[in-house]
């Protein structure tokens, strides 16, 4: 059930939380502070100062890790918001660039305001021309994913003139910056891995457009944006922008708590969503999809997923948060039939397993009782290659949308007047003190 609203958020309402030692009978007030919606946190700051104990809970599941006012998640209503505005609303009302500019800035823009975003995002669409240099150190095969890594690490390297994250200004020239030139990086890793020459950016075009363009034009024939694609790869921009504190959105605040360079927390970024349990599961959908290749293999696989002995997990299924559908995957599931229908890739057999797999799966007790649904991975593949994209991008483009996240929640992060680096302890498990053994007798 979600919590109601409250008003007042942040403030410590004068409720508390009383812990008590049964070993000593000690007990202690902590302080209860309530959001504006979803769970009260309990203010365990000072505990380790009055009772000499930390904290235990290694993957953050019942913990608060910072104050966000960018994303609320009702994971057992299947709610996700960004500002107050409902994933659905703003998947099929809003672009891309409005979302952006709404998790930056906490409001919608107004006409005047989008234009002026526009240009400013639009004006940072090139990269230094050195940058093309450090794509040559790749092998062509190399995943893209790992030359986006490297590079964007790279980046910081040529914009000395806002990287002083203390001042507004130049935070928000390098958000425009990460945000400008994610797709042009992105398009690049994927020219560069099919053996063709780079495309610069068109300022004439929308982001969706522009990286449509720069990933699938050649210099050799004029190319015309395909608009069903444009407004696909919009839609599946704004669904990846922001959730929340993810993996990598936690990746990136813990980085930049040390007050290292936007940059560098966002190849960081990079690097956690790679990981086939959360970004990467993109790609792991369809690689699992092509291996189960037909409806009749699917009780085999899902017996697969089910046996604790074997490794295999059911790709695109689960979450953290979400115990019922992933609003997302909702949009998704309804964007890949229209995609295909409109591309005229009526009957893809890929979709078609997908739909028999979660059917299957949604009837399934283990599933069920796991409140195992499907995610945002589970038909956002389907879609991408039904565009034209290799499976090795998948994560990559989960990567573009997700770098206006990682911006909003960094900036967040750095206007915060209190903020500390993050220092986690832990349950020390090793030797204790022992004498020190020269090699000779040991
Ligand atoms: C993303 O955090 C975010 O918000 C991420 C994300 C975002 O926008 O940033 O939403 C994007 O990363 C989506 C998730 C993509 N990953 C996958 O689709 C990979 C497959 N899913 C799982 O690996 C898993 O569900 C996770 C990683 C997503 C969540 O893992 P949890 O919360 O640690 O859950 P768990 O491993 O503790 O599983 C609980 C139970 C276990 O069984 P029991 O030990 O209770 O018997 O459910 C089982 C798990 O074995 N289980 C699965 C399963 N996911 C969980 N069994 C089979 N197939 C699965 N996919």
Redesign the pocket.
């Known amino acids: 059930m979600s919590t109601p609203a409250k008003a007042q958020p942040n403030a410590a309402v004068g409720r508390t939380f009383t812990l008590t030692d049964d070993q000593t009978g000690k007990s202690y007030k902590l302080p209860v502070i309530e959001g504006t919606q979803g769970p009260a946190v309990i203010d365990v700051r000072k505990l380790y100062a009055e009772s000499g104990y930390f904290t235990f809970d290694p ?1 953050f599941s019942s913990t608060g890790s910072c104050k966000s006012a960018l994303t609320y998640i009702d994971g057992d209503e299947g709610i996700l918001m960004h500002r107050g505005y409902t994933i659905e609303d703003l998947a099929e009302k809003s672009t891309f660039l409005e979302v952006a500019y709404l998790l930056l800035n906490g409001e919608l823009p107004n006409r005047a305001q989008l234009d002026k975003f526009t240009r400013d995002i639009t004006y940072h669409t090139m990269v230094h021309e050195q940058i093309n240099y450090f794509f040559r150190g790749f092998r062509r095969d190399a995943h893209p994913m790992a030359v986006l890594c490297g590079v964007m690490g790279a980046l910081s390297a040529f914009y000395h003139d806002s990287l002083d994250i203390h001042d507004a200004r130049q935070r928000e020239i390098s958000a425009h910056r990460l945000i400008a030139k994610l797709p042009t990086l992105a398009a690049m890793s994927y020219k560069y891995s099919v053996g063709q020459p780079f495309m610069y950016p068109r300022n004439d075009l929308t982001i969706a457009e522009n990286f449509l363009y720069m990933c699938f034009a050649v210099p050799a024939e004029p190319y015309k944006v395909n608009p069903i694609l444009a407004d696909a790869m919009d839609k599946i921009f704004i669904l ?1 922008a922001d ?2 504190q ?4 936690s990746t990136v605040r813990l980085a930049g708590s040390s007050q290292a360079n936007p940059f560098a927390c966002v190849a960081a970024g990079i690097a956690s969503l790679w990981g ?4 990467g ?1 993109n790609q ?2 369809l690689e699992m999809l092509y291996e189960i290749k037909s409806k009749d293999r699917i009780p085999e696989f899902l017996a697969r ?2 046996d ?1 002995n074997d490794s295999f ?9 979400y115990k019922n559908f ?1 609003p997302r995957a909702g949009v998704l599931k309804k964007a890949a039939h229209d995609v295909l229908h409109d591309l005229g890739k009526t009957n893809d057999p890929l979709l078609e397993i997908a739909i028999e797999l979660e059917r299957i799966a949604l009837q399934d007790d283990y599933f069920v009782q ?1 409140k ?1 649904f499907p ?4 038909y956002s593949g389907i879609i991408l290659k039904a565009m034209g994209f290799p499976l090795s991008m998948f994560t990559v483009l989960f990567a573009v949308a ?1 770098t206006v996240g990682w911006i909003a929640q960094w900036k967040e992060m750095i206007e915060e007047p209190d903020l500390r680096i993050g220092r986690p302890r832990q349950l020390y498990t090793g030797p204790t003190k022992r004498p020190y053994v020269v090699v000779d007798k040991r």
């Open positions: 993957s990846h959730h929340e993810n993996a990598s959105t086939p349990s959360h970004g599961a792991a959908v997923a089910k604790k997990r059911l790709m695109g299924f689960g979450h953290r948060v992933d796991r195992l995610n945002v991975d589970f997700r």
